[in-house]
């Protein structure tokens, strides 16, 4: 996971986000190649988009981001104390519930 991050964004319009990745890809990856004196893209790859539909899906993406540093061992655990672990396990058993 060090060479990727993951982002849960909600757009106000349809072409935000690919907009805010073209601009980064333009103006950073300028400033960084003049800084380090390098050229050439910084990125593998382009950015991929995930339309989320539903809550279950929003629940599992969610669930997902929290727990990915802790599978790629960048984390040796999850702290008991994190709010946002705890609002997820609200969540899910809120869904749980209403099914």
Not at 16 to 34: D, H, L, P, T
Request: overall charge positive; some cysteine; proline content about 3%.
């Amino acid at each position: 996971m060090s060479n990727h991050i993951h982002l849960l964004a909600t757009p106000e319009h349809e072409q935000s986000i690919s907009k805010v990745f073209q601009s980064v890809g333009r103006r950073y990856v300028q400033y960084f190649n003049a800084t380090y004196q390098r050229t050439g893209t910084l990125w593998e790859g382009r950015y991929r988009a995930t339309v989320v539909d539903s809550e279950q899906y929003l629940l599992t993406v969610m669930r997902y981001i929290e727990l990915n540093p802790v599978r790629a061992g960048l984390i040796p655990f999850l702290n008991q104390d994190d709010t946002s672990l705890l609002l997820l396990a609200v969540l899910t058993n809120c869904l749980r519930r209403r099914a």
